[in-house]
């Protein structure tokens, strides 16, 4: 069968990735015949700068018009790959990605035979396409260089700043009715003693001072159309107001909620049992010798992992299985600073593993130095609290002590207890924004693009995205500023072309199509005589809803065309000589 | 060389690690130029180095790779590999004024296309820093298959003190290299393209490339000469003719060669090279100069010379013999273009003696050429011989006499013996052949005594007297301590001089009659004429004339193409720094040098016969694997002859460069802590204990052994253990900080071991896990999950045991406490991170304040990521505290913000 196509076939081994499991010069070999085919190779590393060179060679050389690249998850590098594909001279939609790692050789690890022989299927499938492959291009809209930030905590406003500084305006929105977030009532904080009552005020005078930041409190998002670059929210301010805003890109810096220990556990309902927000929020406005109730506090417990780290178990149906990360380092501290203060207090800090990461460590040993007694218990047998006849009491077995148990009557016991995501409905019902399993924000990807999320031009900082100390969530406050400059500071974005095409003739406006896309993107159009679907294209995400519901199969995406799929699947679907 | 260039970019991001490429492109896309600083020759940093990573388990080179190569493509990033940054200081208008350099490489990086072939010839391994040093590298080398940019480059650390030492210019770590490599006729052929008499110099040269050898400052030089012996030897026994003839392009311009001494000769070689046409005039019947007529057959034998003529006539050079050269002007006359005047230093010098009627007396060269080529040997038989002077010619003449049957051999001079001009070497091995020393004295008569008998009568010198110079002025004798020795023949061997009278009208001579010429080009007064050799230097060695012939034939070529002469001959790097080599090979073996197989002297004065022994192959190579591979590439040429797109270039130096720019990042990223400061642990010692950078290399996609392998006998380790925490959170090494990533790599390894060796134990010894990123803690479950053994307790020793495992002695403090052993048979210590002192000293217009800890602070650590005390100079990633790669990201781009905010207020100020 001719196609007149020149298709160039490139598999990579993913370093034993795949090759360990799909045998991929075998794969390269039955391909080699397909139609269209002029070359068939495979690489160690496909993505590696020396291996796409020579694919740009090959393209060049070959005057390829096609290319198939059989390697990892497009999500890792399809776009790494179009960019070559442009660098060598074919437009970058003649290129198909083929996910020959997660969809075949790390799903098959037990079958090397199997997954060799759905290999050379699924590169078959690709090359089915990349031979029905055309030429699109790019949609450019112009981006609008304002942001909004969700949430004005030390992040929110601290994202707010950095985005005035690089000439950005912003739009600042806080739920509640005073910015400043968590830990704007705060005292002295890690890891350098600041007041987190001061570091809000001083961010705040800046914020306040800046004529391209606009901060709207008691606000909340209730709306919002549009696309990257290009998008329109609505806020509700105060109890009836609305502000309609127009902004380029969007920061969520939503924060964290405490962890609320249940009634009883670890003695929280008991009095003198708290946790640690609660603590701060007395202990932090106290001055001199530590009181609770008026009375000073003598003997006093840390409890750790508290609400982190959990085991599902019936108590516990449904645990928070991650560590709160910031916990032990807020802990320690507050051991130190409470050793800073007047009077005769003994702590005990009783931990599972004391995680003061990287320079935290001079904390935790501060602490020690200072006299705050540190004691592991065991995962599977936390510490007791009760309230006996002498007053509360700690019953703890020492593991340091050879499992000791050991008995504390202390006045006060504090519960470090985590962070956990915040509650958010509105904001999220609007946002569409996925979570991770722990249920914070999810990222598109945890090291490569950390504060990017599936929402094109929406962006995520701060403990929104994962537990994180004031500082670390300052620094992703920042990285999301950073990659809002990316996309807004050169006036325009590309957006992908993959966009459902109505077929006019065959179009008689049903409406099915514009019922069933979720993003808005379907409008009626028409006045000769005929009406027929319109596709606004910035608003499609080629998600393809439209296309099985039309009853005249007169939609289609652009790059997935009927054909194509159909092509794919015959592919796909002939016998595969055994491998 | 300095090369000044003025650029202008917005930001300068200052090492090409994860943090440096996350922040420049951040940069790039916000649409800012930067310009990304690298040293090493490749961007990619540490991450790229490594197998996976946490807690996703994506592969190194999945996360790298991509960062990597949109970094070399980015439209606004301008990438400097191989670069380092030599100061940065701040303008008035809050700009950043910048000196940098660029490193040669050596491979035209324009060119190369990374095909690696020139690595694959090298000749010269090196430790492998990608590898952590487990394995070996190559001088020329692509530093790792992901690369960016994927160019080879050739490590240099300076000329081979041999090479640097070799006044004939060759390469001995080259063809030492070369044999060492099993490429013979490769190491011939290298040698042959500098200096042709290759035979020669393996028998006479006195090779004062093996003094300055710097295995020489530990149990002894490389035997370079007798390498050479070997090689030549091999290379003429399979190639009694030249496999090569004259070169394609040949010239009309003539030139003459007055002398076929190793100037002359050498000369003529390589302007034959260069396609002119040449002609050698030799006075005497044979060529050769005193390689032949001045050496006796038992060091120069006459087959091996003319087999090394072969080299020089082969290319289309005519010798002309018995054709003494009287005249310049008659040369010029038969249409010559160019002369190289190399006669030697053949003139001897007789000193009158009273009585010299009354016994057979005769000069050196005299008795040698008879020696050498006469059709008979001397008649000295049953005679008493004796030889006048300390030198090394008299040495040749009483060592081949006493190979002539004569009665005594007595050597007669004026210094002491250890003031002798010859070799010591000559002298012992001529005692031990028999020949008398009578040292420190003058020759006072020749007489005979009653019985008819020829004696020499000797006086004793009791001072000589030196000029400023350490030349012999004058001497005195005292009286009253006369002695006679038998004298039947009296040799004089007490100094030669220029054979240069023909020329003296139309050359300039000097005092001493040697030719004056310009020290650089060798050109005489008559600009058409260039001398060498001895005819210029006075008495030298071989080596110091066929440098002389090698130069001067440079300089002629460039005359006759019309081209200037004002240029250096040979720039070469300096020198490598042998102390600094003898440091650090400390830990390599102790081999004396091999012995060289000699025939004992009884048998040695029974003929002729070279009494020295060619080593055999694999002697020859184990002499070159001594080689110590002083200065890295050993220029051995391999690559340069392979390279398809003539890249290679030794001429490359450093590129100096300034420039401005508007903001500086600093990314340059963190060292790792060497465990062999933990004595007790083993690292370094016990080979089975390695560290965890290494462990993440055997576990590589890239890895050295392909598999999970313990580096004592190479068995599949069976029960690993894992310790954590050395030299982090330890005060005995001053690092009281937790690294932020053991815990978390260590649980990575054990995954991956447990993916690479299903059948293997691994244990972890912990102090607390911390596992406190997003997906850490359940990573660490899942460790638990598949079977790791998690152990609290510090581990206090590790012990070696007989069959290469580990006893490790730990305190277990979960269980029911105590000091507990436990027997592994790999262990792995993980280390952590220590802050990268360079990046300290890039500023110099104040000081960027540090930590205690010596890493960057930040001044405002929770409201101000990334900045400095130094406003408009930032810091990114692992320059201000160990973190892992998310964390390492999110800085970066946090820096990248702080910086646009800056270069933005620059802009707008």
Known sequence: MATGRRIGVFICHCGGNISDYVEVAKVAEAVASEPGVVVSKNHMFTCSDAAQQEMIDDIRELKLDGLVIASCSPKLHMFTFRGMAERGGINQYQYVHVNLREQCSWAHTNDKIGATEKGIALVRAGIAKAALSTPLTALRVDTIPKVLVIGAGVSGLRAALACSDMGLSVFLVEKQKQAGGAVKNWGKMAPDNQRGSDIVQKLLDEVNARENIMLYTDAEMVQKSGYIGDFKVTLRVGESDSVELNVGAMIVATGYDNYQPAAGEFGYGLDGVVTLPEFRDFADQQEGELTYNGKPVKNMAFIYCVGSRQKKSKACPEPNEYCSRYCCNAGTHMAVTLEGRPGELNQYHLYRDIRTYGHNELIYEDARRKGAVFMRYPDAEPPVVSNGSDGLGVLVKDQLMGGELVEIPVDLVVLVTGMVPKKNETLMNTLKLPVSKDGFLNELHIKLRPVETVIDGVFIAGSAQSPKTMAESVGSALAAVSKSGGLLMKGYVDLEPLVAKVDTDKCIWCDECLKACPYGAIERTGGDGKEVALVVKSLCKGEGGCVPVCPRDAIEIEGYTDRQITAMIDACSREVVKA | ?909
């Open chain 2, 1 to 909: 060389m300095s090369n000044q260039k003025n650029m202008d970019y917005d930001v300068m991001v200052v090492g090409a690690g994860t943090a440096g490429m996350e922040a420049s492109l951040s940069l790039g896309d916000m649409g800012f130029k930067v310009l990304l600083v690298e040293k090493n020759p490749s961007i990619g940093g540490r991450t790229i180095l490594l197998s996976k990573v946490f807690p996703t388990l994506d592969c190194a080179s999945c996360i790298s790779t991509p960062k990597m190569a949109s970094s070399a493509h980015h439209p606004n990033i301008t990438l400097m590999t191989y670069s380092e940054v030599d100061a940065v200081t701040k303008n008035a208008d809050g700009s950043f004024h910048v000196r940098m350099h660029k490193k040669p490489t050596y491979v035209d990086q324009t060119t190369c296309t990374g095909c690696g072939q020139c690595e694959s010839v090298c000749t010269v391994p090196i430790p492998d820093e990608y590898n952590y040093n487990m394995i070996a590298r190559r001088a020329a080398h692509i530093p790792f298959p992901q690369a960016v940019p994927k160019k080879a480059v050739i490590s240099r650390g300076g000329q081979a003190p041999c090479m640097h030492t070799c006044p004939a210019g060759v390469k001995p770590s080259g063809f030492v290299s070369l044999v060492r490599a099993g490429k013979y006729e490769e190491g011939f052929k290298l040698h042959l393209a500098d200096a042709p008499l290759v035979g020669s110099l393996s028998r006479a040269c006195y090779a004062p490339c093996e003094g300055e050898c710097t295995r020489d400052e530990m149990e002894g030089s490389v035997n370079i000469r007798a390498i050479k012996r070997f090689m030549v030897d091999w290379y003429y026994d399979r190639h009694p003719e030249p496999d090569y003839g004259p070169v394609e392009t040949q010239l009309d311009s003539k030139v003459a060669i007055i002398g076929s001494g190793p100037g002359g000769l050498t000369a003529a070689f390589h302007l034959a090279k260069q396609g002119h046409q040449v002609t050698v005039f030799e006075a005497e019947p044979h060529a050769g100069g005193m390689l032949r007529h001045g050496m006796p057959a038992y060091r120069m034998p006459n087959a091996l010379l003319d087999r090394d003529i072969k080299n020089i006539t082969a290319l289309g050079v005519e010798i002309k013999t018995n054709a003494k050269v009287e005249s310049i002007a008659a040369l010029k006359q038969q249409g010559y273009d160019a002369v190289f005047v190399g006669v030697g230093n053949q003139n001897p010098r007789i000193i009158p003696i009273t009585g010299n009627d009354l016994t057979d007396v005769t000069d050196c060269m005299d008795f040698l050429k008879e020696t050498n080529v006469g059709e008979q040997l001397p008649d000295i038989a049953g005679k008493d011989f004796v030889v006048l002077g300390g030198g090394n010619v008299a040495l040749d003449v009483a060592r081949a006499a006493v190979r002539m049957g004569t009665k005594s051999v007595s050597i007669v001079c004026l210094e002491e013996q250890d003031k002798m001009p010859a070799h010591e070497f000559e002298v012992r091995e001529a005692i031990e052949e028999g020949v008398k020393l009578h040292t420190g004295v003058s020759t006072k008569r020749i007489y005979n005594d009653d019985a008819g008998k020829s004696k020499l009568e000797v006086l004793k010198v009791d001072a000589i007297n030196f000029d400023e110079k350490g030349r012999m002025t004058g001497f005195s004798t005292a009286e009253g301590t006369e002695q006679s020795i038998d004298a039947d023949v009296v040799v004089m061997a007490v100094g030669l001089s220029p054979s240069t009278l023909p020329f003296e009208s139309e050359l300039h001579l000097n005092g001493n009659k040697t030719i004056l010429t310009d020290k650089k080009t060798l050109q005489t007064s008559d600009p058409m004429v260039f001398a060498g050799g001895d005819a210029v230097l006075g008495p030298s060695i071989i080596v110091e004339a066929m440098g002389q012939g090698r130069k001067a034939a440079f300089y002629i070529d460039r005359m006759l193409k019309g081209e200037d002469l004002d240029v250096p001959f040979e720039s070469d790097l300096p020198m490598a720094d042998k102390e600094a080599i003898v440091g650090c090979s400390g830990s390599c073996s102790c081999i004396p040098p091999t012995a060289i197989r000699e025939h004992d002297p009884i048998k040695r004065i029974q003929s002729f016969e070279p009494y020295e022994e060619t080593m055999t192959e694999s002697e020859a190579r184990d002499s070159a694997n001594r080689c110590l591979g002083c200065g890295e590439c050993s220029q051995c040429q391999e690559c340069v002859n392979v390279c398809p797109g003539d890249c290679i270039d030794f001429n490359m130096r450093t590129d100096h460069l300034e420039m401005t720019v508007g903001s500086v990042i600093v990314s340059t990223g963190y060292e790792i802590l060497d465990p062999a400061g933990k004595e007790l642990m083993g690292y370094g010692t016990y080979p089975n204990v390695i560290s965890g950078p290494q462990m993440d290399r055997l576990l590589a996609p890239t890895r050295p052994y392909n598999g999970v392998l313990r580096p004592s006998d190479g068995k599949e380790p069976e029960n690993i253990a894992i310790v954590l925490c050395n030299g982090s959170r330890d005060h005995t090494v001053c690092n009281p900080l937790c690294c932020r990533i053991g815990c978390m790599y260590s649980a990575k390894h054990a995954q991956l071991v447990m993916g690479a060796l299903p059948l293997a134990d691994v244990t972890i010894y912990y102090i607390d896990l911390r596992a406190f990123g997003k997906g850490y803690d359940e990573f660490y479950e899942q460790s638990k999950g598949m079977g790791v053994q998690y152990t609290k307790g510090k581990v206090a020793r590790i012990d070696e045991l007989e069959d290469g495992n580990l006893k490790v002695h730990y305190e277990d403090m979960e269980g029911e406490g105590g000091l507990r052993e436990a027997e592994h048979d790999l262990v792995v210590l993980t280390v952590g991170f220590l802050p990268n002192l360079e990046s300290l000293k890039l500023y110099k217009g104040g000081e960027v304040e540090t930590d205690a800890h010596a890493y960057i602070r930040e001044p405002d650590a929770i409201a101000q990521p990334g900045r400095t005390n130094i406003d408009g100079l930032f810091a990114a990633g692992t320059v201000i505290g160990a973190r892992d790669i998310p964390d390492t990201v999110l800085h970066a781009c946090a820096s990248s913000a702080q910086a646009a905010g800056y270069i933005t207020k620059l802009r707008n100020a």
